[in-house]
């Protein structure tokens, strides 16, 4: 290993940085000697740390839904109420001629009735709260930032689970492809210059300071995030790329311009940390999508849905979740619809609830036209082993709680029921109702009290009073309830109606009315 | 084409160089000798049956009980899909069925009946599925007989007395009436064959 290193890196050795990851070393000595092959990228990096940005420029436009047959119409987005400008175009409004910055006044003059929506900073703030969710299945440490629509991961130690930065870099930016997101990747040993190589869409990954130092020299200077007189002043002493920025003395820098510059000039190169604030997930996720147009179909909510769902599966996969319940919300101009699912298992998966919600919706009819649809979660329940299971459940059955899931999706939550006996006397009190899940194990082997008395009756009524009976036959007495205040006393027997049915009747010893308990036959 | 198959299966007809009784719909025992002779070995399962009549209470479930009672020892579930009463499960327990296993749907629409009925037919851990149609419309059954064929539970359906002079694609049907202390059940249709003697049978109610 070691060898391998002084072959291969001596310039990182060199280097003040790889000294301060060296010090991490032992801790890599105690590695086992056998692993996976490792390349020496990722080798020479696992101890120290590694950013990648996600600049997600297009974020005000993925977080709008296109409906799909309006694909083509021009949609632009505008900010700054007071002198409207373009905040970002699509392809078609991009065609012609239309660039973000632009006055909506001349935007509009090029345009055929384009859609026009505003820039929203709330609603761009949620998704990239939902997208750092999500991201926190590569690593601990994420940090949306909000204002430059990027999120920042620290993924140094993540690199040899996820084998190496370009498989890495895959991961996210499929995924975020995936969910409806068009994302620019940048990664490098320092946040700043992660953060300048994704908005720049540099292809080059400096993991080691030299490297950065080699990628960052050739780039103009107007790449640096820096107010544009500091970017004009140091034009004016002839400086044009930031390798020449670099050779400055940083002593002469501060007393020319300030701390500002050197501060950059360091972070860059990562000689001076930067704080990064690490991002904690909401407790109760939601998501949300809004739509160019309003939606009159039901048949057109499937497929926002189901980036939804998938953006909730990611995000539960994240943090190691499951759910049971998801609550769907349709926003009309001025209401809400809210519709809710309940499952009887746990479960995380996308295509799972996109079927049920399927089933739920294909009974709705809109009361209005949709806006927008945003998916709540109320609450998070731990993961635990994957309820589908590698292979069908032990007694051979498939997807057996789906079933049920399937039925209480479509007819209601309280419409699949089972019964339990309880140990009360009084025949009315003597089962409870449950629902599929959960039902009590039960108390005795042996037969309940009002089993014992009654015996096998086979349905119950609410009680009425039932004209006195022909010939009967005697089944037995109850008494019960004068615990709680309801006393009663019953003489239970079975007789049949006069049209033909059995029926199971008592006689309250009390009033000597006898009234219908229900059905024997 | 489904009526030429219906008229081949019948086996009363000749067929020059036919192979014979076709294989034999698999059967449960309903647990009554008479009616077991009548039915060819018990009441038929991955077919529907019918049971029709009026009124609700009159011993057209409890003569099911030994039925329910074997689905349930097997673990298999009993499904009541829109019973007009509920269920006093002390009273099924003490019949033999395990509460555990019996399931109540509440549905109030002819279509989502028939729908459940429609999955539940389809799951194979039903064992039997009871229920309670209110319609004389015949034509929704076509989907449970498909349903039912998939699987291979019992699928009784009660329906009205209208409903008796509809055709019906089900596998067999039967008119009850109580009649003093007994249920008598003629048989209206059997596919595959002509009941031995025309008369109906006759279960005494307290027999069991």
Redesign the interface.
Known sequence: MKTRDDQGHTSVRSSPGARRASVGGPQLALLPPVLPERNPETESASGQALWLAVDLPHLALDALVQTGSMASKPLIITEDSARPRVHDANRSARQAGVRPGMALADALAVLNAPIVRDYEPEIIRQHLQTLASVLLQFTDHVCPEPGERRILLEVGRSLRLFRGTAALEARVRDTLRQLGYTPRIGIARTPAAARLLAHLRHPARPLARDALRRTLSPLPLTVLPLPAADITALHGIGLERIGELLRLPRNDLTLRYGTRLPELIDRLLGDRPEPVPRFRPPETPAFQLDFDQEVNAIGALRFPLKRLLLQLEQTLRAGNHHIQGLELQLRHRGTTTRLTLERSQPGSRAEEWLELWNIRLSRLELPAPVRGLRLAVPCLLPAGADPAGLFNSR?G??D?SG??T??RA???D????????TLQPL?EE??EACS?ET?PA?TSAG??P??RV????????PPQPSPPPGPLEWLGRLEGGWWTGNDQRRDYAVT?DR?????WVFRDLRSGQWQLQ???? | MSALEELLAYPGLWRGRGTGTPAATPTRPSGFAQLDRVLRGGWPRGQLTELIGT????????ML?PVLAACTRE?RRVMLVA?P???????????GVD??L??????ASEE?II??CE??LR???TGALLAWLHGNRSAPLRRLRLAAGAGDACAFLYRPPAAAAQPSPAHLRIRW???G?QLHLEVIKFTGGRVADDKPVAIR?DDY
Request: aromatic share 12%.
């Open positions: 007694d059955t498939r057996d079933f049920l399937r039925l479509r007819l209601g309280d419409a699949v029921l089972r019964f339990a006996p025949p003597a089962q599929p039902f039960l037969a309940t009002a089993q009654v015996g096998a009756s086979l349905w119950l009524c049949t049209q033909g049915r059995l029926c229900g059905f024997w036959g | 009124p609700f209470g009159c011993g057209e479930t409890r009980l673990r019973p009463a509920t269920p006093w499960v002390p009273g099924w327990r003490q019949l509460p555990g019996v399931f109540v749907i509440r549905a989502d729908w459940s999955q539940i799951h194979p851990k009436r109580a009649d202390d109610r």
